[in-house]
């Protein structure tokens, strides 16, 4: 079965949580530009050193450098038969780029979770997530500001996806299992 499906929502949602069991669960790959910048970051790769300045600011890595990563990523092998993208598109720019991309391949988007989440307890989470895992983009004024940057700049996202018949929102807060089985459910 061939699945194409983004997860969408605030930092802190457990779009990376979910991606993972889907991934899992859907046999296909789940692709984290966070992931993936966090690899080259640690790597200090030239890529890393930019995305770091970008990530400890709590901004988003430009537009140019995202779409070139994950398009090289769509076109691995193993994303032939699908894909679950967590963290991409993020701008209404990056959505039509991904449009061209799978376009290219007479593909397209099947599937778009919005994961929903209480502010207060996305904090809570990635304060959390801050001390267990010693993320430097983790404090939290840059948390408040990521939260306002994705309200600001991907959350209009759901209004595209919503005119196409893609957005399907599901609870974020609950047991993971019972949040796995509602996106599950969503998308069968």
């Known amino acids: 079965m061939s699945s194409r499906i983004i997860l969408i929502g ?35 790769t030239e890529l890393g050193k930019l995305a770091k300045r970008y990530m400890d ?20 092998d193993d994303a032939a038969d699908g894909f679950l993208l967590d963290g991409y598109p993020r701008t209404s720019a990056q959505v039509d780029e991904l449009d061209r991309i799978l376009a290219a ?24 997530r801050a001390q267990t895992d010693g993320r430097s983009d983790d404090s939290e004024d840059v948390i408040r500001h990521r939260l306002d940057v994705y309200e600001e700049q991907t959350q209009p996202l759901t209004d595209i996806y919503r005119s196409r018949g893609l957005l399907r ?20």
């Open 10 to 44: 605030p930092p802190g949602a457990g779009k990376g949580t979910q991606a993972a069991r889907l991934s899992e669960a859907l046999g296909v790959p789940a692709i984290s530009t966070g992931d993936i910048f966090r690899a080259n970051v640690k790597g200090e």
């Open 57 to 76: 600011a709590g901004e988003y890595v430009p537009d140019e450098v995202t779409n070139s990563m994950v398009a090289d990523r769509l076109a691995q």
């Open 105 to 128: 391949e007479d593909k397209s988007i099947e599937h778009v979770v919005e994961l929903t989440a209480d502010t207060d307890e996305v904090v809570a989470r990635l304060l959390a």
């Open 169 to 188: 929102q599901v609870d974020g807060l609950g047991e993971v299992e019972d949040i796995t089985e509602r996106i599950l459910s969503t998308i069968r």
